[in-house]
């Protein structure tokens, strides 16, 4: 199946400092979602974007909506260990219940002290 | 928020045998659940659309005679992999859209084929 592509694949930073991850796509999306993935467990929602140009905020992460449709980046400011894990976008196409997402590739977080 | 229950979280079966996993939507209703695979270091990719009442719409390449899906009400939805082989092994994840927090996902469900 299609895969969006995300960069980097993984990360290693230290405690304090900022990331920035995007994720892009040769087609369309109306909806561009940013899921947080721990060992072991379901993604878990961090920020969602329905508009193209849409800039949001959730604590400490940002999070925008291209203008072309085709892509969206994702930031985290101050890092702290618990944020590390994969952090996978994902696109959908309509706003009706049966839309189906298209993942990305996932990028690999580590957060040393 | 919106919870999605998967059941059960880890599971191990021997070779032929056939393994059932359910997802149920704990505070709202989905006419519409979905199955994703996710094997090691991999990202999801999607198995099949689980439709309330109606048949499955598998993904190109998901044999829909192996992995059945049966969605008979709005807030449950199960998938059995019949014949389960060691390939088969993998992490099952499920999702359902709610229409305030967007797409919510099970635990996923870790199946060791031995």
């Known amino acids: 199946g299609q895969q969006l592509n995300q960069s980097p694949q993984s990360m290693f930073i230290q405690e304090g400092e900022d990331v920035s991850m995007n994720c892009t796509s040769s087609?369309?999306?109306?909806?561009w979602l940013w899921y947080k993935q721990e060992p072991g467990e379901g993604p878990v929602l961090l920020i969602a974007l329905y508009k193209a140009g849409e800039l949001t905020s959730n604590g400490r992460l940002t999070a925008q909506f291209g203008i072309t449709r085709k892509d969206s980046f994702l930031n985290i400011s101050a890092s702290i260990p618990s944020d590390v894990g994969i952090y996978f976008c994902?696109?959908?196409?309509?706003?009706?219940?049966?839309?189906?997402?298209?993942f990305g590739t996932g990028t690999r977080l580590q957060v040393t002290l | 928020g919106a919870v999605v229950s998967q059941h059960p979280s880890r599971v191990i079966c021997k070779s032929g045998t056939s393994v059932k996993i359910e997802c149920r939507s704990l505070?709202?209703?989905?006419?519409?659940m979905f199955w994703y695979r996710q094997f090691p270091k991999q990202s999801l990719m999607l198995m099949a659309t689980s439709n309330e009442g109606s048949k499955a719409t598998y993904e190109q390449g998901v044999e829909k005679d192996k992995f059945l899906i049966n969605h008979a009400s709005l807030t449950l939805s199960t998938l059995t992999v019949t014949s389960a082989h060691p390939e088969d092994s993998s992490f099952y994840i499920c999702?359902?859209?709610?229409?305030?927090?967007?797409?919510?996902f099970g635990s996923g469900t870790r199946l060791t084929v031995v």
């Open positions: 999702s359902a859209r709610d229409r305030v927090d967007g797409y919510t």
């Open positions: 087609s369309i999306f109306n909806t």
């Open positions: 505070d709202f209703q989905a006419t519409t």
């Open positions: 994902a696109g959908g196409l309509s706003s009706g219940t049966a839309s189906k997402l298209t």
